[in-house]
């Protein structure tokens, strides 16, 4: 009886081999280079924006930068009514991060890390999407680690927001996460390594218009298995280990790692890392390096890099002149394994080493569409980092704040006593509550995160702004329909999307049906005899 259950139980596994041994990684992206493809088009359609309407007005230049993202919501006056348009505007791997789009405005009005309602960490830890924003300038020194949530967006911009201390920014095993226009410095390990954003086993990221810097380890690293992210409009400095997209060679699950890097400047007073890759494919376009202390880019475990449009200033040593470095590999191994180099611009002596099919046409698809090279970089990454709050609309050139922080010190400028609240009394629609600071105008009552009436009862729910969802959405109750514009009809735990809009799995290959019985009577055998099948 025994034998027989375990006949039953390997047929069944037999029957499921063909689709284990037959499917990609998951959340992977069949076709990265169609994805590159899509970022070069979406560049040179904003450039030819840009020039249809003319460069300069009045000697002054334009609000459209030709940056595809910021011309997607910076030059609207009106910005700040409608926020979670900037969902809209992501590109790359990570462009399909919603952060908490379709959910409730929160306004963070307590700059202490105390985890109360009004705290940034409230915020985060809530299950529900949430589109979090700052009432006004606020210095938030971390005790630990803040770990966010799925579906949710960390929006600073009207507002200089800093994040310092313990951590700092956690994302574990989450989906949909977007953070813009916040300054990470000094972060040091408290629960964790002392990153400025540590990503694991996480997918669907958007991180744009950060400014980042001397943190204990990484200022954003992506590892175990982490997929389908954006890195875009940052500014990096003052550090050593800049970027970790991969932990180790031997992690396999980083096979689908995909990373865009797009628009960012690398600054003054960095070492290496930028990035330091293994085994996935990654998007190095029109960044700005304006130096570096060992190398640029790196990598081992055969990682696919391509490199466009981006301009790279070499230091004057001339033992630091290439871009690239390989580690851990034979000559004979890392020749095959795929870097490339297109439109890219090399200043001061600086050299890329390509390899593998770089040198071929696997590229040829990402290649159709000719990348922008240093002639744009100025304009693409003239707003880098995070943006001050009186120029959020218009071009500004890099005056974000803060570029150099003294290591010795927090930045000045932040006050350290409470912030002040700000906006109407508890209650009033849209305004910051007085003593909790919450923003009024809740779900309807009893919604429960607004699966009741839209309206907005004032003061229902405080802490979040605006109204509940539509009735029935439930963000994706049993029959998985969503309020029009929430999106949450098909919920997404973990990147594996469920309903309506899950992707179909690709019919099993020859091979892994072929192999499914021979897997299924090995099984068997070890699972009947052990240890005695292996003297036959």
Not at 322 to 333: H, I, S
Request: glycine share 14%; hydrophobic share 35%.
């Amino acid at each position: 009886m025994l034998r027989n259950t375990h006949i039953v139980f390997i047929c069944l596994l037999g029957c499921l081999c063909p689709v284990i041994t037959a499917t990609d990684l998951p959340h992977q992206h069949p076709n990265p280079e169609a994805v590159v493809l899509q970022v070069q088009r979406r560049l040179n359609a904003s450039l030819a924006r840009r020039g249809l309407l003319g460069v300069h007005e009045n000697d002054q230049v334009s609000c459209l930068t030709g940056n595809p993202i910021d011309d997607c919501w910076r030059c609207d006056p009106n910005w700040e009514a409608d926020r979670q348009h900037l969902a809209e505007c992501g590109i790359g791997f990570g462009q399909h991060a919603v952060g908490g789009k379709g959910g409730q405005v929160y306004v963070v009005t307590d700059h202490s890390d105390s985890g109360n309602p009004g705290s940034l960490r409230y915020a985060v830890t809530k299950p529900e999407p949430l589109w979090i924003i700052f009432s006004s300038d606020m210095l938030i020194k971390l005790k630990r680690e803040l770990i966010v949530n799925s579906y949710k967006t960390i929006d600073g911009r009207g507002a200089n927001v800093q994040i310092t201390g313990g951590g700092c920014i956690g994302l574990k095993y989450v989906t949909n996460v977007i953070i813009h226009n916040i300054q990470l410095h000094h972060c040091v390990p408290s629960e964790s390594d002392g990153d400025g954003i540590s990503i694991m086993g996480s997918r669907y990221i958007w991180i744009d218009h950060c400014s980042l810097s001397y943190c204990k380890d990484g200022l954003i690293d992506a590892t175990l298995g982490s997929t389908a992210i954006t890195l875009s409009n940052n500014y990096f400095s003052h550090h050593d280990k800049v970027m970790l997209l991969g932990r180790s060679d031997g992690d396999e699950m980083d096979d689908g790692m995909q990373v865009t890097v797009a628009f960012n400047r690398f600054g003054e007073a960095l070492e290496q890392r930028m990035p330091r890759c293994r085994r996935g494919y990654f998007h190095v376009v029109n960044n700005d390096y304006t130096q570096w202390g060992i190398y640029a880019i790196g990598g081992s475990a055969s990682p696919t890099i391509n490199s466009q449009g981006n301009r790279y200033t070499a230091p004057p040593s001339t033992n630091a002149k290439e871009v690239t470095r390989r580690m851990d590999a034979k000559d004979e191994d890392w020749a095959r394994w795929n870097w490339r180099t297109e439109g890219d611009i090399m200043v001061n002596g600086a050299y890329f080493v390509p390899s593998g099919d770089g040198l071929g046409a696997q590229f040829a698809m990402a290649s159709s569409v000719e990348p922008k090279s240093a002639g744009f970089i100025d304009q693409l990454t003239m707003n880098a980092g995070a943006l001050p709050p009186t120029s959020v609309v218009g071009g500004i050139p890099n005056g974000q704040v803060p570029n150099s922080i003294p290591n010795s010190q927090v930045p000045n400028g932040v006050p350290n006593d409470p912030v002040p609240n700000v906006g109407g009394t508890n209650g009033d629609n849209g305004g910051a509550g007085a003593n909790s600071g919450y923003a009024g105008g809740g779900a309807a009552s009893g919604s429960n995160y607004g699966d009741g009436g839209g309206g907005a009862a004032a003061g229902a729910n405080p802490g979040y702004a605006g109204g509940g969802a539509a009735s029935g959405s439930n963000y994706g109750d049993g029959d998985g329909g969503a309020a029009s514009g929430s999106n949450y009809g098909d919920w997404n735990f973990f990147g594996m999307t469920h309903g309506s809009g899950a992707p179909r799995l690709p019919p099993p290959s020859t091979t892994s049906v072929l192999s499914a019985p021979f897997v299924t009577l090995f099984l068997y055998f070890i699972i009947n005899y052990g240890c005695c099948i292996l003297p036959l």
